[in-house]
């Protein structure tokens, strides 16, 4: 089933970040184990991201892939990534992080002898550094490790950045929605509707990826998903957010009906800005207690809308 592929697919969205990709090429050239590819999908670039990847291609120790598509978002790359790796495990590494030198041989030891048997392991989650190299949210305790990766969210013990390593074939039953396109889609979308049904758990404290911030960056600043930045986009992925949660942790319901009601509200609320109907939001839930909910936010969810609008 796994023979001559790749253990691992590094997929890395990008858009004009030529001044920041070499970061990413580096770290990919010193890993310790080289038993992977590299699949860039750049949405659209117009600045000499091309020119610089073909120079790679021609001297990397590595596969790499590259494919240019229409700008369209970093969830639309995702999903072409997604179709076209060859790797067993699939994971996403942003155009301006690294990933640390000892990263692919740690997720290989952990994983690769377990394939194909009973203890095959679907996904695998790790914490990270920050760019100065010290440790990017507090480590996980004993009892943390058989926690799955939603539970841990609602219990507030991840820093807001953690990344997934998925088993391919698995990932490939949750594309992101296609209809939305140059928005920022929330990869909390698909990762939840994963953990939902093959939990991801973390293994060990091991700090496998830098997470950068690149405050200098115009682009990642004007696409920046905040209160103050309430255009139709802004408030779309505002929205895509908070519908993860009703459509795919109301198991949580029970523990957090609190949260869960929050979320709902903020869902109407932030869905309102971007001009749907009610109706809508609400097919847009895939089960019927998220639909209860909701129906249940919807004047909370108005008046945050309508307090909104008086804000701007």
């Not at 990534?81 to 690294?98: H, N, P, T």
């Not at 957090?256 to 809508?280: E, G, M, N, Q, W």
Request: some cysteine.
């Amino acid at each position: 089933m796994y023979i001559d592929k790749p253990f691992l697919t590094i997929f890395t969205p990008t858009y004009n970040r030529s001044h920041t990709l070499g970061r990413v090429y580096q770290s990919l050239t010193n890993q310790t184990c080289m038993d992977f590819e590299w699949v860039i999908i750049d949405d659209g670039s117009t600045d000499n991201t091309i020119e610089i990847v073909q120079s790679w291609i021609e001297s990397a120790h590595f596969p790499i892939r590259y494919h240019v598509q229409q700008n369209s978002g970093k969830h639309i790359a995702w999903n072409l990534a997604v179709s076209i790796s060859q790797g067993i495990y699939f994971m996403c590494l942003d155009s301006d992080d690294e990933i640390c030198p000892n990263a692919v041989q740690v997720l290989h030891s952990d994983l690769h002898p377990k394939l194909g048997t009973d203890t095959e392991v679907f996904s695998r989650a790790f914490l990270l550094l920050d760019s100065q190299g010290q440790k990017y949210g507090s480590d996980l305790i004993d009892t943390d490790f058989s926690k799955s990766f939603s539970r841990l969210v609602y219990e507030k013990k991840l820093p807001s950045d953690v990344w997934i390593v998925f088993l391919l074939e698995n990932l490939k039953h949750f594309p992101f929605p296609e209809k939305y396109k140059k928005v920022y889609f929330p990869e909390g979308f698909v990762i939840s509707a994963f953990d939902k049904e093959y939990p991801i758990y973390f293994n060990h404290n091991k700090r496998l990826g830098i997470y950068h911030r690149d405050l200098n960056d115009n682009t990642s600043n004007a696409n920046s998903v905040s209160f103050k930045n309430l255009k139709t986009g802004s408030a779309l992925t505002l929205s895509m957010m908070h519908l993860g949660h009703l459509n795919y942790n109301m198991r949580f319901f029970g523990k957090y009906p609190r949260k869960i009601i929050v979320h709902a509200i903020h869902y109407i609320r932030f869905r309102l800005h971007t001009k749907d109907r009610t109706s809508k939001m609400i097919r847009e839930i895939n089960n019927i207690p998220g639909k209860i909910v909701a129906l249940i936010a919807s004047v909370p969810g108005v008046i945050a809308y309508v307090i909104d609008k008086i804000r701007k």
